[in-house]
């Protein structure tokens, strides 16, 4: 029986159209999810809409729509993205639907048999965009004197009947967890800041609203929604079936993964465990904050005019390329810089220029010059084994290795290594030339070729997944003998198969009119 493996993104807040942010976390998580699945993992792959709050119920108003028409509208083009970038979830959930209602108010009742919800009065900051309360201490001063979260937000002082979480008592814990699971939060940083923050101490949190309704309604007291992140962290328990513990539950429950911006860590590693601690539920294994997508080194914001839609990225250049740079050029779990000319840069030196001009170079030769047969039983060197030994090494160990670890970037650098040395390899061997004075040999150097195109192929299918795809199409590679298993098959070359001439995969990108 394979072994689960639970991803999780955070579910997107639909007030407005989704941005490259939002395509960014969720490639990351679709590459991962796709890796994981490839190293024969049961992969359950849950990505959403957060649709409750009082940002939405606020656009809602300013539009002259009721929030569950706006919630429709915007979480359809979430849904378009993730069709438009190949993002392979396996349930895209709606915080609306009536199963996450039901686990939501499960899991409140469970906090509140605990002894840990009560009610009070709240009165402080309160900052509608970030949907968060902030502490005195934690505010800056703006412009005018304004008061703005630690984000930068601005934050309004808020009086209201409230239920009240004891997240005090989990204060230590949440120390606790921390030192003894030391992979829960990453990357470093991110564990480092989340530590300063509990050692500070941990107020109680105001849980429920009552200034307007549009969420889920609390147990027992109909005039209370829910405060929006109890019901949206509870979409990760709503995925897999919660509260009925069997089935999808029993198998994934607790999350491998939960993949996260960095702004929003302190919900997923303080409130949330807390949380599931006091339901008596399992933690999940691993928070990942991920680094915030910059436009040319600028954070993107409506009035600097620089939000770009990730559906024109993707039609200019590509699906798969715009794939490919930002898991390559991005240090996973830090900030990254994107622009247009960048990602032709990019995308035309590595994809293009090395990998689409190898594996087309060596193809088009043998469908001309071999009749489409694949070469066998030509006249060996040493230097056929050491590059076959090379690219076994990179696609069986280090960008498998590289890309378990969420090392993402240097799972796609070690990968494109070993392009870089098939490339000098046929150059060095020079089969067009060896075609006249030595046909024996040229069969070995193209057998070589092609054995390590293949390997090539099939490792990187996570970042590139349709463009993977054709290449092992035209090669005549089965669909259930691409995954990293296959990658042992040494015999995969003996079957009959004849090459059609070949469509280059990555034709280069030209810079659009205006970045």
């Not at 960095?262 to 904050?289: C, E, N, Q």
């Not at 699906?319 to 830090?334: A, C, H, K, M």
């Amino acid at each position: 029986m394979a072994e689960p493996f639970y991803i999780t993104t955070a579910i997107n807040y639909p007030n407005g159209r989704p941005h490259i942010g939002h395509a960014y976390e969720a490639i990351a998580a679709d590459a991962i999810a796709r890796f994981h699945r490839m190293m024969g993992r049961d992969v359950f792959f849950l990505t959403g809409t957060d649709e409750h709050g009082l940002k939405m119920a606020q656009t809602a108003r300013d539009r002259g729509i009721a929030p569950a028409e706006l919630a429709e509208e915007m979480s359809s083009y979430f849904r378009e993205m993730d069709a438009k970038l190949n993002i392979s979830h396996d349930r895209f959930i709606r915080t609306t639907e009536t199963d996450h209602h039901a686990a939501s108010q499960a899991i409140w009742r469970a906090m509140e048999a605990r002894g840990d919800i009560y009610l009070g009065r709240y009165e402080g900051w309160y900052s509608v965009r970030d949907e968060a309360f902030y502490d005195e201490k934690e505010l800056t001063e703006g412009e005018s004197g304004a008061r703005l979260s630690p984000q930068g937000t601005p934050v309004e002082w808020t009086v209201e009947e409230s239920w009240f979480f004891r997240l005090s008592k989990y204060q230590e814990p949440l120390l606790a967890h921390y030192r003894d699971n030391p992979d829960f939060i990453r990357p470093e940083s991110r564990r480092n800041e989340v530590l300063r923050f509990v050692e500070g101490g941990l107020a109680d949190l105001s849980i429920s609203r009552t200034s307007f309704d549009w969420g889920v309604k609390v147990p027992g007291s109909d005039d209370h929604v829910m405060y929006v992140w109890v019901d949206a962290l509870t979409n990760y328990l709503t995925g897999v079936g919660y509260p009925d513990t069997s089935g999808k539950y029993e198998t994934y429950w607790p999350a491998d993964l939960h993949l996260i911006g960095k702004d929003i860590v302190r919900f997923h590693t303080v409130y949330w465990p807390a949380f599931l601690m006091s339901a008596g539920l399992p933690l999940p294994k691993s928070v990942f904050g991920h680094g915030f997508l910059l436009h040319r080194g600028e954070k993107m914001s409506k009035s600097v005019g620089n939000v770009v839609d990730p559906m024109t990225i993707a039609d200019l250049f590509g699906v798969d390329p715009l794939r490919y740079f930002l898991l390559r050029e991005v240090s996973f779990g830090q900030d990254g810089s994107y622009s247009a000319d960048a990602i032709v840069t990019r995308v035309n030196a590595d994809l293009a220029n090395s990998f689409g001009n190898l594996a087309q170079r060596t193809l088009s030769f043998i469908a001309k010059n071999c009749g489409g047969v694949l070469p066998q039983g030509g006249r060996e060197e040493a230097a056929d084994a050491e590059l076959l030994a090379l690219v076994r090494d990179v696609t069986t160990n280090a960008f498998p290795t590289q890309f378990a670890a969420l090392s993402l970037s240097q799972a796609v650098e070690a990968w494109l290594g070993a392009v870089f040395a098939c490339n000098q390899y046929i150059d060095a061997q020079a089969p067009w030339a060896l075609r006249k004075t030595d046909p024996d040999r040229m069969n070995a150097v193209l057998e070589t070729l092609v054995r390590a195109i293949r390997d090539l192929a099939i490792a990187i299918q996570p970042v590139i997944p349709a463009s993977a795809a054709r290449l092992l199409d035209q090669l005549g590679i089965a669909e259930d003998a691409r995954d990293f298993a296959a990658l042992a098959d040494a015999h995969w070359y003996a079957r009959d198969f004849t090459l059609a001439p070949p469509t280059p995969i990555f034709p280069r990108l030209e810079m659009p009119m205006e970045d």
